[in-house]
């Protein structure tokens, strides 16, 4: 085994003294991040759980059907508040202290939460209330949890495969959104929500293995330190500074606001829409997890040489008329097949994403700009949650799901002619 260095001064392991063992196994080759990769494999599962059951947790809390929308949207809202609050101050702490440490402090405050949702299930003494406040400490441990750990994995791959790292992040949120909800679906039916959300605070714990077995991984000692709000600050600036970066960002907090709360707001169409309870809302999960995953497959799989900036906007273009098709299903089977279809071209889109501003930001700035992206994909989503939830229980929610999806694939649409952006590698 020997050593590559890495622009920020430190070293990846090698697995082997030629690359044919990389080759074949990717960014899984290294030990590291193979066990966060599988640390967050089990992590995961547990999250899908415990997202289907706090879903229909609050359908059942709400007073009637019409409003069970709007309710999984003010979950959503107050989850955006503190992203909203602390994504810039996190991804500032991201590029100056351990990553390691950090992760672990937002790791067991999310496991916390997890488990006084469970005593509260439990108990039946939980009400709205109670599942917005642990909604908003969940997000605000998130906020610190996710650019942190995205920023963290170029030192745990060399640069070559950190595509395929990317990919394989993906596949660990997307293949456990097969079976978690499948099996929160069974035991919410079966046993009630309790145990999902037990399993969910478990679950935490094998991050946490994971991370103790990683070694520290300290901020770069020779940048001079300016203080947290300027570091802030100049983290906004040069996205502004870079168009195609700039524009990815737009088109993501659309994708945020309009598209990707689909999943927030299934438990209502699931009992609202197509009729039937949380097995039924578990296969829709499901089928869409299954269709992630195979966008985090594809991802993972796509080489350097492709023109990445094209693919991300023709995920978008299919990511808005899939959700376009979806608001029109009125059963369990149609609504599986656009499902899966929407499910891999969101995840293709995020794929692309997160792979160019990985890629084209320098190591430096990189925590900063992946706490931008994640207070879009944390912050802008529930928000989103909360938009689409009002204007459905104003409207109806396939017809609001339909008018999204049909703004994503013309915004899609419109932005091929932007060059800087297609061109993108």
Known sequence: MHRVAMPDGHDVSEPGSTPIISRRFGALAYKEFRLLWAGLLVSNTGSWMATLAQGWLVVELSPNQTLAPFYLGLVGFVRAIPVFLLSGVAGTLADRVDRRRLLIISQSALGISALALAILSQLH?????????LAAVSAAGLSF?????????????PKGQ?????????????????????LGGILVSTVGVADCFYINA?????????????????????VERRGIWHEM???????????AILAIFALAVLMSIVARPYIQLMPAFAKGVIHRGADGLGILMAVSGAGALGGSIATAFIGAQHRRGILMLSSGIASGAALFCFALTRNVLSASCALVVLGAAIMLFMGMTNTLLQTHTPLVMRGRVMSLYTMIFLGFMPLGAWLLGSAATLTSLPSTLAIAGALVLV??????RFIALRDLA
């Open 125 to 133: 003494v939980v009400k709205i209330w109670h599942v917005l406040v």
């Open 145 to 157: 949890d996710a650019p942190t750990r995205q920023s963290l994995v170029p030192h745990l791959v």
């Open 202 to 222: 478990l679950s935490y714990g094998a991050v946490l293995l994971a991370l103790g077995a990683i070694s520290p991984k300290p901020p770069l000692l020779d």
């Open 411 to 416: 915004a899609s649409a419109a932005m091929t």
């Open 162 to 182: 950190l595509m395929n790292a990317i990919g394989l992040n993906s596949a660990a949120f997307n293949g456990p959104a097969i079976i978690g909800p499948a």
């Open 233 to 243: 600050l100049d983290g906004l600036r040069y996205v502004r500074s870079q168009p």
